[in-house]
């Protein structure tokens, strides 16, 4: 049965059984890989996109139900990954296997698209939905605050030649040598 | 190395046909790249990891699969160093399984740090040799005169300078330096080795690129999945195959008969769609009549039985004797005793097993995320029949490894399944196939006795130790080691071992053996510590200074003692007590150990573990309420991997990461089994750690005249017994079973 929705500002038709999951009909219809499959029954967040400007769980939402709706997931939230919080996690070196990321990524957005300045308090909010099996969690905290100063600076014009080292030695508790 | 003894040529033969050399190997002779057709004119390829062309991009190639442990990052670092070229002008690719060029292409052990050091940067050493030769026969003058720097050769007598890009035809027609020859860089020289060095994949990752295995896409292909007996080793009685095949999308559906191999081809139903959801959507209609064989007695609850029954009785065998424990026990002014238990444990990497196959003519295309491809070639070589060198495999990035995919079952699977058909599939499992088909982490009971003297000196430990296997083996990742700490630190000293056979397929986790033994070892020592009165920090440092002459007395470990690649656990021959202080004293000063009263309900632990070449000790602050609710307030980590961390960048995220996994471990993870399946199923009951749950975590270095070692592991064990040790100096709560959802931690 054709549903239609816009995905990444493109309106897309699909044919497919109506209870396909939005996640599968975005990896193997539309082919946007971005979107990952980590549980299916929405406890892991690796399938979070964004559907009318929220993020919700891709995995288990029947594609049926998005018909009409505004689907935005990673290959879409910037047009050349300079997103603030794509910028913020490249800067300060979150990922380490990387495949959650793209999950986190959409929640975090979301997050400062609503919440400037977030707070540790909304931070625990908005992202304790994503699961991180390597544990980036201490590094996405911080690249989440980093983002919403990059975001700011974007809004007040300011270039951004921000992206030295300083800031990632300052990731370091401690001086590395003896 | 042998390799002195033959010319370069001659050995370059030799090792290509035996795939066998250890660093020379990776050279290919001029003469052989040039029958390749590899250097163009204007390239230059000294060796299989390094092209130079003229755009000035220097393209290395990464030979180990990558799981998130940044080591395709960092090999190339090692190479770029010594070649003396900016980072910024290296770019990187990920080389396919090819054991003929390159070594050890596996993700285990944490061994790509030791075994690389010197190999690496030895063969961006004997690059940049072949440049300076180059420019030197360009200008006419001695090589000991030229220098490099920038990306160029250098002469500065004459204020002569030639970029390697000018260079690259005439350095082709170098013969390359045999590599334990080529001069190393000074450390003091080093630019990139040290510098923290962001993930190479890092702007791919967060803009979604399809760079995983799950995300390959071959033309024409279809999607598989495959359904296995819930009790391990079940065979297929009879299918409604018919009924399958009619559904949407479905193309092919049958039975793989598979083997006996619980790490292997174990038998299921395959069915094979036009879209991944159809075949899962399919396998919700599949009725499977199965034959679960005899392991469908096993349970969790019947193993402890059994462990218990075991316990009671003389142990099977010794695994190590000193003194007369006996004797000590008897004489000790103090003894305790204690049972301790570790369950089961899922990897749970968060992206579900997957391998994409092709076969054709004969051939088997395969892009699987593996973390020990040359393993699984063997696998599908020796399960299905065809040679090896019909099998290529491709390396996709993994999400997360964890020692998850170093067994090759879904690789086999996907083969058996391509094997079957005309087209192309993907197979990719569900999380609860995951999370019910895992090689997990085996559990362990240990039964303890210790004794301390009148002065309060640790001076008997006796460890029965029961575990699964048969006769005088251990299954996977199920052994002890006789060299494990604290033997040979203690003068009456026996580790015994009985074992029960086990019908479930285990493998290794992250700091194999070390994730359990460390919290048996690091718990009964603060017993003990307790017991003789003693600040635990100050009984340790005793401890380690009670060491007997290093040798091993005792006969050689288990065969499941060894981790793959020769990783150690936690006493291994070399460990070195000095640097085990070294990182103690460090930690205990970073976390102001022992100087502040902590009010109750507050409390610090303490525990140190020497794993995979690494030296680790670490502090837990804990704040426990009256009702029992654990907050973990905040945890310091000293670690000593020898004299450079070489991206520092990556470092302390392997430590958060290790840590972090270590602590989910310890507060509610747990596989059990009844009827001989798996409880679990997702991750509603297998919990991952979630933000919140992660507290602050400080990392400090030691740094040492040791030659470097790898991260991926050695950061974990110390922190589990760290922190049920802290949970006690809170609450007065001994932990000695995990995990600690499990307790009431009311006070």
Same mark, same amino acid.
């Given at each position: 049965m054709p549903t239609t929705f816009t995905v990444n500002g493109k309106s897309t038709t699909v044919d497919v059984a109506p209870d396909t999951p939005l996640l599968w009909v975005l990896r193997d219809v539309l082919d946007l890989k971005g979107t990952k499959y980590g549980c299916g029954i929405a406890q892991c967040g690796a399938c979070t996109v964004h559907l009318d400007g929220v993020a919700v769980r891709s995995c288990n939402r029947p594609v049926s139900e998005v018909a009409g709706g505004e689907v935005v997931t990673i290959e879409g939230l910037s047009a050349d990954g300079n997103h603030p919080v794509q910028r913020a996690w490249v800067e300060m070196d979150v990922a380490q296997c990387?495949?959650?990321?793209?999950?986190?990524?959409?929640?975090?957005?979301?997050?400062?698209?609503?919440? =400037?300045?977030?707070? !540790?308090?909304?931070?625990?909010r908005a992202m304790n939905g994503n699961l991180c099996r390597c544990a980036t969690y201490l590094r996405i905290r911080q690249a989440i605050h980093r983002a919403a100063q990059m975001a700011a600076a974007d809004a007040?014009? =300011?270039?951004?030649? !921000?992206?030295d080292t300083s800031v990632v030695k300052s990731l370091f508790s401690s001086p590395i040598g003896a | 190395?042998?390799?002195?003894?033959?010319?370069?040529?001659?050995?370059?033969?030799?090792?290509?046909?035996?795939?066998?050399?250890?660093?020379?190997?990776?050279?290919?002779?001029?003469?052989?790249?040039e029958a390749m057709g590899l250097p163009q004119a204007s390239e230059f390829v000294p060796n299989a990891f390094i092209r130079l062309t003229?755009?000035?991009?220097?393209?290395?190639?990464?030979?180990?699969?990558?799981?998130?442990?940044?080591?395709?990052?960092?090999?190339?670092?090692?190479?770029?160093?010594?070649l003396d070229v900016e980072w910024s002008q290296v770019r990187i690719e990920q080389g396919d399984l090819d054991t003929t060029k390159f070594q050890a292409q596996s993700a285990g052990g944490s061994n790509a740090t030791p075994t690389s050091w010197l190999p690496m940067r030895r063969v961006g050493a004997a690059g940049r040799a072949m440049l300076v030769s180059a420019a030197a026969q360009t200008w006419g003058v001695p090589e000991s005169e030229c220098t490099t720097g920038g990306g160029a050769v250098h002469h500065h007598a004459s204020r002569r300078m030639l970029p390697y890009t000018q260079l690259l035809a005439k350095a082709a027609t170098?013969?390359?330096?045999?590599?334990?020859?080529?001069?190393?860089?000074?450390?003091?020289?080093?630019?990139?080795?040290?510098?923290?060095?962001?993930n190479v994949d890092a702007?791919?990752?967060?803009?979604?690129?399809?760079?995983?295995?799950?995300?390959?896409?071959?033309?024409?292909?279809?999607?598989?999945?495959?359904?296995?007996?819930?009790?391990?080793?079940?065979?297929?009685?009879?299918?409604?195959?018919?009924?399958v095949q009619a559904l949407p999308g479905v193309k092919h559906a049958f039975v793989i008969e598979g083997t006996t191999n619980l790490s292997g081809l174990m038998p299921g139903v395959a069915i094979v769609a036009d879209t991944w959801w159809q075949a899962q959507t399919a396998r919700e209609r599949l009725r499977v009549t199965w034959d679960e064989g005899p392991t469908v007695e096993q349970s969790s609850a019947g193993f402890a039985r059994q462990a218990a029954q075991l316990a009671s009785q003389p142990p099977q065998r010794g695994l190590r004797k000193d003194g007369d424990p006996d004797a000590a026990l008897a004489s000790a002014a103090k003894v305790v005793e204690a049972e301790y238990f570790y369950p089961f444990l899922a990897h749970a990497p968060l992206e579900p097993q997957n391998t994409t196959a092709h076969y054709r003519d004969g051939k088997l295309e395969l892009w699987s995320a593996s973390q020990s491809p040359a393993n699984g070639r063997r696998l599908v070589s020796q399960t299905l029949g065809i040679a090896e060198e019909n099998i290529t495999i491709h390396l996709p990035r993994m999400g997360g490894g964890f020692?998850?995919?170093?067994?090759?079952?879904?690789?086999?699977?996907?083969?058996?399944?391509?094997?079957?058909?005309?087209?192309?599939?993907?197979?990719?499992?569900?999380?609860?196939?995951?999370?019910?088909?895992?090689?997990?982490?085996?559990?362990?009971?240990?039964?303890?006795?210790?004794?301390?003297?009148?002065?309060?000196?640790?001076?008997?430990?006796?460890?029965?130790?029961?575990?699964?296997?048969?006769?005088?083996?251990?299954?996977?990742?199920a052994g002890l080691g006789a060299t494990e700490f604290p033997a040979r630190y203690i003068d009456h000293y026996a580790l015994d071992t009985s074992v029960m056979p086990l019908g479930v397929?285990?493998?290794?986790?992250?700091?194999?053996?070390?994730?359990?033994?460390?919290?048996?070892?690091?718990?009964?020592?603060?017993?003990l510590a307790h017991a003789a009165g003693k600040d635990p920090v100050q009984f340790r440092y005793e401890l380690l200074a009670n060491h007997t002459p290093d040798a091993p007395s005792a006969p050689a470990g288990p065969p499941g003692a060894q981790t793959p690649g020769g990783g150690r656990q936690g006493g291994g021959p070399q460990f070195d007590h000095d640097r085990m202080r070294g990182v103690l004293e460090l930690v205990v000063e970073k976390s102001g150990w022992g100087r502040t009263p902590l009010p109750k309900g507050t409390g610090m632990g303490v525990a140190f573990h020497f794993s995979h070449r690494g030296y680790f000790a670490e502090v837990v602050q804990v704040t426990v309420s009256q009702a029992g609710q654990l907050k973990i307030d905040k945890v310091w980590v000293a670690g000593d991997i020898g004299s450079h961390i070489i991206n520092p960048l990556n470092a302390e995220n392997q430590v958060h990461g290790s840590v972090l996994d270590g602590i989910a471990e310890a507060l509610a993870q747990e596989i059990t089994i009844e009827r001989g399946r798996v409880t679990q199923d997702n991750f509603r009951n297998f919990p991952l750690l979630r933000l919140v749950q992660a507290p602050p975590v400080e990392v400090h270095w030691r740094v040492t005249d040791n030659p470097p070692t790898g991260l991926g592991e050695p950061a974990l064990p110390p922190v589990i017994p760290a922190l049920t040790n802290a949970i006690f100096a809170a609450t007065g709560k001994r932990i000695r079973s995990l995990p600690l959802s499990k307790h009431n931690l009311a006070w």
């Open positions: 990387g495949y959650c990321q793209a999950g986190q990524i959409m929640s975090a957005s979301a997050l400062l698209s609503r919440t =400037a300045r977030p707070t !540790d308090q909304d931070i625990d007040n014009g =300011a270039s951004r030649r !921000d992206e | 190395m042998e390799a002195t003894q033959v010319t370069r040529r001659h050995f370059l033969q030799v090792s290509a046909l035996a795939g066998g050399g250890l660093l020379l190997s990776s050279f290919e002779s001029v003469g052989r790249l003229p755009d000035g991009m220097v393209t290395i190639v990464a030979k180990n699969p990558e799981i998130g442990q940044g080591v395709k990052t960092m090999l190339p670092m090692l190479i770029a160093e010594e170098i013969a390359p330096p045999a590599l334990d020859a080529v001069t190393l860089k000074e450390p003091k020289d080093f630019r990139i080795i040290g510098r923290p060095t962001r702007q791919a990752i967060v803009t979604g690129k399809p760079i995983f295995g799950i995300d390959v896409t071959v033309p024409g292909m279809l999607h598989a999945v495959y359904a296995k007996c819930p009790v391990f080793g079940g065979k297929v009685v009879s299918a409604n195959l018919d009924e020692g998850r995919r170093l067994g090759n079952d879904y690789m086999v699977e996907a083969a058996a399944i391509a094997m079957k058909i005309p087209e192309p599939v993907k197979l990719v499992w569900t999380r609860e196939d995951d999370t019910q088909h895992d090689l997990y982490r085996p559990a362990g009971f240990h039964y303890l006795k210790g004794g301390v003297d009148a002065a309060g000196k640790l001076v008997a430990w006796k460890n029965h130790f029961v575990s699964f296997g048969q006769g005088t083996s251990f299954v996977q990742a397929p285990t493998g290794f986790l992250r700091a194999p053996t070390s994730n359990g033994v460390a919290f048996v070892v690091q718990s009964f020592i603060d017993e």
